[in-house]
């Protein structure tokens, strides 16, 4: 009888307790969640959703997945307008300002500690800050590069990468003797990260997108040469068959075979997918590394900065509240480890870098933090961003196949930025 | 009925009259879901969407205001309105003609009862039943520009090298059209044997004795009896082209550059990737007026056989 009392007395007291639980609901995209389709990245958040709950009997974790795309942001502003949004969320670092303006997001002013926004490489701080107050947490980075494998490297004589274009081009002979394409970089048209690898090459060019006004100014002048050489390359490439002209409809996955089969010596590709493409060719592991993109003048190229960032969107104080107890616990040191391993995505934590045994000793993410350690920018967060990053990638078809020269492409460029920045100037 | 008898029974007509009312307004009441559904799912969208175009909405910015037709003049003095609208009807022209003529030519072959014509009936169907992104996925990969791309390894079988696939704008079209047309063909089959099926024996037989090749009994019984139904497939076939999304995007995504860009690929990505959504809603809002025009052609076909049906 006892037994029973005690049994209906924990019933009534967990009830109790579950009608006084803070329903968190938690938008993030399907790869940071517990329905990746990446078994050991679902698995990873699965252990620390758990964790968060026991730890929190009081908060119930209620996630909801969502595209990473520009669908993913019209989706949150769409969530905004019907008074729908979610308390905490995954952001696009891209979409930080337009998400600020919107007042969609919450600021984190008071509720982060300094010491531990120390920790974030300063690029990263910038990247989430807006007038002065950060936003978000990014808790991962991805970086765009050259990948290579040395044993092929080693098959045709080479010992190093070629860091200077003029060497590189000098290697694709060799490289093309054999049968082996030397570069694949995704070249397709309105493809953004066909856009983030020509802008890594026209940032370390010393080439500017947009003025401090947010107005674009990438055709003017020197700016506008070094578009011109940045297209020049590609056509040079193409040309001289260090580049196979599929490029222009390929985006960074389509390269992949050319790549596995040995068909392509490197390939542009972002370091978020270099766990998937250990588990599709596990060779890779010891036969992977990644150099900067070749430059001519001796320059060096600029790393784009970009990631994902934990952000609350709870306006209401006890939601507030248990959204930074979960956007806490997940970009934790501990727990951002764990993330960062599992998915083998680069670290935005300085502490990280050094004391993760994968991230300090794997030949592979030294070359990556090589990198990390360099420059870095982000790219310019204002609405016609986007307009500039489509009229960019859609001219690269057009300067491979040599039907309208660099100079002509800038400026076909120019005319279809300027006449959107024209219309959106007029609202 | 006289007036006499009429007053010497008002109970009973006011009780009829109440029952229509009630059984009218029953059957409303009935199909008021219906209805609801309907209007909510397919008026409300579209005359929201022709709202949105009559503003300057982008995600990209807080807040939006009237601006009257400025989409649709920005739409038709666009650059690239030359390059979309060749594509288009380009795309459109080559997949109904081919889908028309093949799928005709088919359903005349499976209604002949050749042996193993069930089997082939269920064999044409087939890519009418795989999701149509499958599809431009997997003749993507059949295409795909690496040696380990099927087309190119059976091309190497032969000797001949490799092919760069969609880097030639001429090309990528053949290819887009080429798949949209295999993909389309199954319907136009289906429609057409069904009509097949219903055409007077007597009249070939007729033929038959009187001495008719196969082909005129073709060109002059088959086709001008099939018209309006081969009519109807080629206008529900426009459509389909027209608003057909899936296959260009995952086949070509309008590449190379914006060689293989259809109207709705612009709308998708105007909408979708410029965040632009007011000025996709003026493409969309275009594109239903194409369709409407198509819906009403469609009608105008097939009034005149219900007549000739009724008669």
Known sequence: MLRKMGFIAALMLSTAGAAHAVDLKVLVPATYSPSSGFVPGADIHKQLYDKFQAANPDIKIDYEVFDTGPAGLQKLLTAAASNTLPDAVIVDGQWIA?????????????????????????????????DGKPYAIMFQTGMRGLLYRPSIMASVGLKEF??????????????????????????????????????????????????DQGAPVFFEGENGEHLAK????????????????????????????????????????????????????????????????????????????????????????????????????????ENMTAVNETLGQLPVRKSIWNTSTFFSQNALMKSYKAIYDGEMQTRPAVPIYTAISTAISSQLAAVISGQVTPADAVAAAKEAVMREYDRQKSR | MSYETLAQHPVKIVTKTRKRRF?????????????????????????YGIYISLTNLNLGYVGSSFVGFENYIRFFTAADLGLITRNTLSFVAACVILQACLGLAAAVLLEQRLPGHQLMRSIVILPWVLPSVVVGLVFAQIFGGSRLGIANYLLSLFGIGQMSWFSDPLLAMIILIGVCTWRGIPFTV???????????????????????????????????????????????????????LDI????????????????????YKQSFFQLDVSYGASIGTIMLIVNILLIMLYLAVLQPKRRNDDA
């Open chain 1, 98 to 130: 337009r998400l600020v303006q919107s007042d969609v997001l919450q600021s984190l002013d008071g509720l982060w500690p300094k010491d531990d926004q120390a920790d974030f490489h300063p690029a990263v701080l910038a990247a989430e800050t807006v």
């Open chain 1, 230 to 333: 940045v297209y020049q390359m590609y056509h040079d490439m193409a040309a001289a068959g260090a580049m196979s002209p599929n490029v222009t409809t390929m985006d960074e996955t389509a390269l992949r075979p050319f790549f596995y089969g040995g068909e392509a010596f490197s390939i542009g590709a972002s370091s978020s997918g270099i766990k998937q493409m250990w588990s599709e060719l596990p060779d890779l592991q010891n036969d992977l590394a990644v150099a900067p993109y070749p430059m001519p003048d001796g320059k060096q190229p600029v790393t784009v900065l970009g990631g994902y960032a934990y952000a609350i969107a709870a306006k209401d104080e006890d939601k507030k509240a248990a959204a930074w107890k979960f956007v806490q616990f997940m970009t934790s040191p």
């Open chain 2, 248 to 267: 260009p995007l995952a086949l070509t995504g309008g590449g190379p550059g914006n060689a293989t860009e259809l109207i709705s690929i612009a709308l």
């Open chain 1, 162 to 211: 070629p860091k200077s274009f003029d060497d590189f081009m000098t290697a694709s002979k060799t490289l093309k003797e054999k049968g082996i394409t030397a570069e694949l970089v995704p070249a397709k048209a309105n493809d953004e990260p066909a856009t983030l690898h020509m802008l890594s090459v026209f940032w370390g060019l010393g080439g500017k997108l947009v003025d």
């Open chain 2, 23 to 47: 059984a009218v307004n029953g059957y409303f009441f009935f199909i008021l879901p219906g209805v609801a559904i309907v209007l909510g799912l397919t008026l409300f969208p579209a005359v």
């Open chain 2, 190 to 244: 289906i429609i057409l044997l069904g009509g097949l099926q219903t055409l007077p024996r007597d009249v070939y037989e007729a033929a038959a004795i009187d001495g008719a090749t196969a082909w005129q009994r073709f060109r002059y019984i088959t086709v001008p009896l099939l018209r309006p139904i081969i009519m109807i497939s080629i206008i529900m076939g426009t459509g389909g082209a027209l608003n057909s």
